[in-house]
């Protein structure tokens, strides 16, 4: 069975810090990896992942997708209160599978001041 | 980047009534949108994936009958919650597959803002 996990579910960080999420994945016809921040409403997109190795980057966000182990992370640098979201994290299976993602559970992060 | 809206962003509804919410791409042509249903503290949960000129498909549990979907065209669909009750209150999300600006063959989904729906 297709499924993606997140980790860890919660983290409370302060203002400063650095963290890293993490998203592991077991499915068949990986097409793409993507992260979403979720605050009080949808989805935002931040990162699409489709090859091992390259580093995306945002500002403060990064992320990295290792297809060798089934994983990416999503790492924040100097961390905001605006921050404090749930992300996501989803694999696509591409076509084959109408384009369904797969989403983890979330892992929900507070940023105190 | 790619936009997708909702309508409308919060709906209060007697027990019984129907609600429509409708799910547009503005700025690109998306075949295939997908609606999804969130409950307080979880992740997504697909409901169904909407084909532009065809049948929904419908996840396994979601009755299509209650959950009726439309995609009349390439930037519209709508989700009607017929006859809604208490237990349907929750946040309905749609998203539309599309391409990245200059990045052919990577299409993704983007999300429209969703729709509160509160049923008394």
């Known amino acids: 069975e297709d499924k993606v996990v997140q980790s860890p579910l919660s983290l409370v960080v302060h203002e400063g810090d650095t963290v890293t999420l993490n998203c592991s994945y077991e499915?068949?016809?990986?097409?793409?990896l993507l992260w979403y921040k979720q605050e009080k409403k949808a989805p935002t997109f931040l990162f699409m992942l489709t090859s091992s190795g390259i580093e995306k980057k945002s500002g403060r966000l990064s992320s990295i997708l290792d297809k060798k182990e089934l994983f990416s992370i999503l790492n924040i640098t100097a961390t905001q209160t605006g921050d404090s979201a749930v992300y996501l994290c989803a694999v696509d299976r591409g076509s084959s599978n109408t384009g369904k993602l797969i989403f983890g559970q979330g892992t929900t992060l507070q940023v105190k001041p | 980047g790619a936009v997708v809206s909702q309508h409308p962003s919060r709906v209060i509804c007697k027990s019984g009534t129907s609600v429509k919410i409708e799910c547009r791409s503005l700025d690109f042509q998306a075949t295939t949108m997908f609606w999804y249903r969130q409950f307080p503290k979880k992740s997504l949960m697909l409901m169904a994936t909407s084909n532009e000129g065809s049948k929904a498909t419908y996840e396994q549990g979601v009755e299509k009958d209650k959950f009726l979907i439309n995609h009349a065209s390439l930037t519209l669909s709508t989700l009607t919650v017929t006859s809604a009750h208490p237990e349907d209150s929750s946040f309905y999300i749609c998203s539309a597959r599309g391409f990245l600006a200059g990045l052919r063959g990577t299409d993704t989904q983007y999300f429209g803002p969703g729709t509160r729906l509160t049923v008394l």
């Open positions: 499915v068949t016809n990986f097409r793409s």
